[in-house]
């Protein structure tokens, strides 16, 4: 057994821990020596393997605390403020000085380049920015760029449709649709539900329907993927103008594009009442059930004219990521509409079987300070490990931390009795990877993370490529390649802090992601306006890419500012957030459109 997986080893080989999905009881508030199985049996051992939380750098001065415990910071009228609510009025200000760039030089392309100051369209020329950031300046209260932004859609977009070719169904999906559906919701559109995701702004701006209207012309559109396609598995290409598809020049569909569209298809028959969006993408998780896996764990490539896997990559960065995020999303998503009309348990056991993949298969421990991490099966089952990991697989401890406790906070979990062992266990993995995930940022010279990270084991090692902070006590751990230290603003870090701090209560991951965003601050903001990726996070100054990526204002920074605010903004009990950040409500009565539900249910084999 590998030494990441030590504490596994032991929790599987002991009787106490029986493999069979024993739930757990909290009996004594936070107190972790109180745990006991629902058959009575006191786990004495339990205490011995809890680990403690990783170790806080001393990087930022210490906060004085008010009377309450909590961070304050005197306003000039002498009231108290939360340090966490001025923290979150800085993302405020950084996410409108990007708009303002995007604004200025490259509105209605799809990204600003803020050192040549213009736009670009390098995702279909479909204004991607404006519709990947509406759902943040809702989020935020910003009703100005809420009523630029949908004025934007309701008067360009549509025309945008009918001019524009070829597009990739996943970027177009989760970016464009996933933007229009989130917009639809956030902006009343089910307001017969009644349902509070925490907005403390009147906001202006199209009507709910204009998003609606826009998301079905665009879905229509889409939907040749699947029509076009021989098997259940979709094609990558579409032709807006046309309404065609086509197969990506190598004739394969990557294995997480296909399989995360479905929270946006699903979504959008639950509210248009049409089933046929969500009929055909649970078609392709209905097929995926089939194939064959390795312990849950599939390749990156699939054909769409075979239906098969092709090749034997497993890996959860680039091209495999989102498949086993978005298994347990759809899960949560769907489960509130009732097992008789939409029995969506499949994706939940192929969510835990893969998940015991990951640790049995992927999850090992680098020397010499021993961070957990995620590598890859680059040759398959019977191939080497590999230990490579992306910024991307950084999605991961929020995913289990999703999982482990439906997106209730852990002590509300025990405390319902909801958590089994497995599940407590893929909480503390996910502690203990977002753990590497931020070191991933505090190894580099500029405290932002590389693209890439490569970590040293007995088997693998390359001196001298290291990220350049001399002070951090994992410099030997982390290897940065020189290909591999460019920084795009990726989120899934600080969507990850942001989840396990809903969860587990911890105020060391909102100073994470402070930290975090003041590297962003110093080394990427444009005077002119917006943000720029890096070509290398261990030099100083750094060199810039003259790129602001959509997900940096649709994702990024939206998960930095839910991070430093209130709990009640959007819970997440009762929302998912798709793998563009996009929020979108979950099922919670089996009554809400149960037509399209059993519609959507009787004809997806």
Same mark, same amino acid.
């Given at each position: 057994?590998?030494?990441?997986?030590?504490?596994?080893?032991?929790?599987?080989?002991?009787?106490?821990?029986?493999?069979?999905?024993?739930?757990?009881?909290?009996?004594?508030? #936070?107190?972790?020596?109180?745990?006991?199985?629902?058959?009575?049996?006191?786990?004495?051992?339990?205490?011995?393997?809890?680990?403690?939380?990783?170790?806080?750098?001393?990087?930022?001065?210490?906060?004085?605390?008010?009377?309450?415990?909590?961070?304050?910071?005197?306003?000039?009228?002498?009231?108290?403020?939360?340090?966490?609510?001025?923290?979150?009025?800085?993302?405020?200000?950084?996410?409108?000085?990007?708009?303002?760039?995007?604004?200025?030089?490259?509105?209605?392309?799809?990204?600003?380049?803020?050192?040549?100051?213009?736009?670009?369209?390098?995702?279909?020329?479909?204004?991607?920015?404006?519709?990947?950031?509406?759902?943040?300046?809702? @989020?935020?209260?910003?009703?100005?760029?809420?009523?630029?932004?949908?004025?934007?859609?309701?008067?360009?977009?549509?025309?945008?449709?009918?001019?524009?070719?070829?597009?990739?169904?996943?970027?177009?999906?989760?970016? @464009?649709?996933?933007? =229009?559906?989130?917009?639809?919701?956030?902006?009343?559109?089910?307001?017969?539900?009644?349902?509070?995701?925490?907005?403390?702004?009147?906001?202006?701006?199209?009507?709910?329907?204009?998003? +609606?209207?826009?998301?079905?012309?665009?879905?229509?559109?889409?939907?040749?993927?699947?029509?076009?396609?021989?098997?259940?598995?979709?094609?990558?290409?579409?032709?807006?103008?046309?309404?065609?598809?086509?197969?990506?020049?190598?004739?394969?569909?990557?294995?997480?594009?296909?399989?995360?569209?479905?929270?946006?298809?699903?979504?959008?028959?639950?509210?248009?009442?049409?089933?046929?969006?969500? #009929?055909?993408?649970?078609?392709? +998780?209905?097929?995926?059930?089939?194939?064959?896996?390795?312990?849950?764990?599939?390749?990156?490539?699939?054909?769409?004219?075979?239906?098969?896997?092709?090749?034997?990559?497993?890996?959860?960065?680039?091209?495999?990521?989102?498949?086993?995020?978005?298994?347990?999303?759809?899960?949560?998503?769907?489960?509130?509409?009732?097992?008789?009309?939409?029995?969506?348990?499949?994706?939940?056991?192929?969510?835990?079987?893969?998940?015991?993949?990951? #640790?049995?298969?992927?999850?090992?421990?680098?020397?010499?300070?021993?961070?957990?991490?995620?590598?890859?099966?680059?040759?398959?089952?019977?191939?080497?490990?590999?230990?490579?990991?992306?910024?991307?697989?950084?999605?991961?401890?929020?995913?289990?931390?999703?999982?482990?406790?439906?997106?209730?906070?852990?002590?509300?979990?025990?405390?319902?009795?909801?958590?089994?062992?497995?599940?407590?266990?893929?909480?503390? +993995?996910?502690?203990?990877?977002? #753990?590497?995930?931020?070191?991933?940022?505090?190894?580099?010279?500029?405290?932002?993370?590389?693209? @890439?990270?490569?970590?040293?084991?007995?088997?693998?090692?390359?001196?001298?490529?290291?990220?350049?902070?001399?002070?951090?006590?994992?410099?030997?751990?982390?290897?940065?390649?020189?290909?591999?230290?460019?920084?795009?603003?990726?989120?899934?870090?600080?969507?990850?802090?942001?989840?396990?701090?809903?969860?587990?209560?911890?105020?060391?991951?909102?100073?994470?992601?402070?930290?975090?965003?003041?590297?962003?601050?110093?080394?990427?903001?444009?005077?002119?306006?917006?943000?720029?990726?890096?070509?290398?996070?261990?030099? =100083?100054?750094?060199?810039?890419?003259?790129?602001?990526?959509?997900?940096?204002?649709?994702?990024?920074?939206?998960?930095?500012?839910?991070?430093?605010?209130?709990?009640?903004?959007?819970?997440?009990?009762?929302?998912?957030?798709?793998?563009?950040?996009?929020?979108?409500?979950?099922? =919670?009565?089996?009554?809400?459109?149960?037509?399209?539900?059993?519609?959507?249910?009787?004809?997806?084999?």
């Amino acid at each position: 057994m590998i030494a990441g997986l030590a504490f596994l080893t032991v929790a599987h080989t002991n009787p106490a821990f029986s493999s069979t999905r024993h739930f757990v009881k909290h009996i004594g508030g #936070k107190d972790e020596k109180n745990l006991i199985t629902e058959g009575g049996t006191h786990l004495q051992s339990w205490k011995v393997f809890w680990r403690k939380p990783p170790r806080l750098p001393p990087r930022l001065p210490p906060i004085e605390k008010g009377g309450n415990g909590s961070l304050y910071s005197e306003s000039l009228d002498g009231q108290g403020i939360s340090e966490w609510t001025v923290r979150q009025t800085k993302v405020v200000e950084a996410f409108q000085h990007a708009w303002t760039g995007y604004k200025n030089y490259a509105m209605g392309s799809d990204e600003l380049m803020p050192l040549s100051k213009r736009g670009v369209d390098g995702l279909g020329g479909l204004g991607a920015t404006i519709v990947d950031s509406l759902d943040t300046a809702m @989020i935020m209260g910003l009703d100005d760029i809420v009523q630029e932004a949908g004025s934007w859609i309701e008067k360009s977009l549509p025309a945008r449709l009918n001019e524009k070719g070829q597009v990739n169904l996943f970027e177009t999906t989760i970016r @464009i649709l996933g933007g =229009l559906l989130s917009a639809y919701h956030l902006s009343g559109g089910e307001n017969e539900m009644v349902r509070e995701w925490g907005s403390r702004s009147v906001l202006h701006g199209p009507k709910p329907a204009v998003y +609606l209207e826009i998301a079905k012309d665009l879905a229509d559109r889409l939907m040749s993927a699947f029509t076009s396609s021989p098997t259940a598995i979709p094609f990558s290409d579409v032709v807006l103008r046309q309404r065609s598809a086509h197969p990506a020049p190598d004739g394969l569909s990557s294995t997480s594009e296909v399989t995360s569209i479905q929270l946006e298809f699903w979504y959008l028959s639950k509210i248009s009442g049409d089933p046929k969006y969500g #009929k055909a993408a649970m078609k392709v +998780l209905e097929h995926f059930k089939t194939l064959p896996k390795v312990e849950g764990l599939v390749p990156i490539y699939i054909s769409p004219q075979s239906g098969q896997f092709s090749g034997e990559n497993i890996r959860l960065g680039s091209r495999g990521d989102s498949y086993y995020e978005y298994l347990i999303k759809i899960w949560l998503q769907q489960r509130g509409a009732g097992h008789e009309v939409t029995n969506v348990s499949y994706v939940h056991e192929m969510y835990d079987e893969a998940m015991e993949g990951v #640790k049995h298969r992927l999850v090992q421990k680098s020397i010499p300070k021993g961070l957990i991490f995620v590598g890859e099966l680059p040759n398959g089952a019977d191939g080497h490990f590999y230990p490579k990991m992306d910024h991307l697989v950084c999605f991961l401890p929020g995913t289990l931390a999703l999982g482990a406790t439906r997106g209730l906070t852990k002590q509300r979990a025990m405390e319902q009795g909801l958590m089994t062992i497995e599940d407590l266990e893929n909480l503390k +993995l996910a502690e203990d990877l977002a #753990k590497t995930c931020y070191e991933m940022y505090g190894v580099t010279t500029t405290g932002l993370a590389p693209e @890439i990270a490569h970590f040293h084991t007995k088997e693998f090692n390359e001196e001298g490529l290291h990220g350049g902070n001399k002070s951090s006590d994992f410099l030997d751990d982390i290897i940065i390649r020189y290909a591999d230290r460019h920084n795009l603003l990726r989120p899934e870090t600080v969507e990850s802090l942001f989840v396990l701090h809903r969860i587990t209560e911890d105020e060391k991951y909102r100073e994470w992601g402070w930290q975090i965003f003041q590297a962003f601050e110093s080394h990427t903001k444009v005077s002119s306006g917006g943000y720029s990726s890096l070509s290398d996070v261990t030099v =100083l100054p750094p060199l810039r890419r003259d790129k602001m990526e959509t997900f940096f204002l649709g994702e990024t920074l939206k998960y930095l500012y839910l991070l430093f605010g209130d709990s009640n903004m959007l819970p997440l009990d009762r929302y998912v957030f798709n793998t563009e950040a996009h929020p979108l409500p979950v099922s =919670l009565q089996r009554t809400e459109n149960s037509h399209f539900q059993s519609e959507v249910s009787s004809n997806v084999s």
